[in-house]
């Protein structure tokens, strides 16, 4: 049963313009949401997060967007770089269960 | 650098064998997760020490079996190993706060690869 899913595997963006991820889930007792980049041979670096009593929260370039009747989480990225090029991974938790349930990923590359 | 560093980086073995992958958290967090990602796979939560004592579990094998010592370092052991454990093995740490926020930081990863 995949609570968390990311149904794109890949997404190709030109420089400069905006990436948008998406991701969805099914546990209405998930309330924080994160999002990861990993890139390949590392482990996942943590890029930004929201908890379930906001719609939006915004670091730099990075702002995810979060509908609750939807079941459903953004992630954008503006403007996009070369260095954005990686697999980025949503996930969350629910309260009393700490444990990370992640979606499959989707591999984002930027092109120049 | 997330602060979390695992220990080794790669483990090459045999079927049947048995190894221990090695963690140590952030300085101050007192919750350590094990994660395993096989190949075209997500992560799937393994289990998860807080502060020596196992707190949960997800769907680790009875082969598999963790501990986190008084220091707070956790080691995550593999016993029996089948060609199927190959994987990356992520340990992630977290201050572990009840309620909201609990973000969780990873290491670099061990890559486990049984021939």
């Known amino acids: 049963d995949q609570q968390v899913k990311q149904n794109s595997p890949s997404l190709s963006v030109q420089e400069g313009r905006i990436s948008i991820l998406n991701c969805d889930y099914t546990?209405?007792?998930?309330?924080?949401f994160l999002w990861y980049k990993k890139y390949p041979a590392e482990g996942p670096t943590f890029l930004i997060s929201?908890?379930?009593?906001?719609d939006k929260n915004e670091d730099g370039r990075f702002t995810v967007f979060l509908n609750k009747s939807a079941k459903h989480l953004s992630l954008h990225i503006v403007p996009s770089q070369p260095g954005d090029s990686a697999v980025y991974f949503c996930a969350a938790s629910a309260r009393g269960a700490q444990k990370l349930v992640f979606g499959q990923g989707t591999r984002l590359t930027i092109n120049p | 650098d997330s602060g979390v560093t695992q220990t080794p980086k790669h483990l090459i073995t045999a079927t049947g064998q048995r190894v221990t992958l090695r963690c140590s958290p952030r300085s101050g967090d007192l919750s350590v997760y094990w994660y395993q990602q096989s190949l075209d796979q997500g992560l799937q939560f393994l289990i998860q020490y807080y502060n020596g004592e196992e707190r949960a579990k997800g769907n680790i094998l009875e082969r598999f079996s963790a501990q986190q010592f008084p220091d707070l370092h956790s080691e995550l052991n593999l016993s029996s190993l089948e060609l199927g454990d190959s994987a990356l093995y992520f340990c992630a740490s977290s201050v572990a706060l009840a309620g909201f926020g609990d973000t969780q930081y990873f290491g670099p990863g061990t890559r486990l690869t049984v021939l």
């Open positions: 546990n209405s007792m998930f309330d924080y």
């Open positions: 929201i908890s379930s009593i906001k």
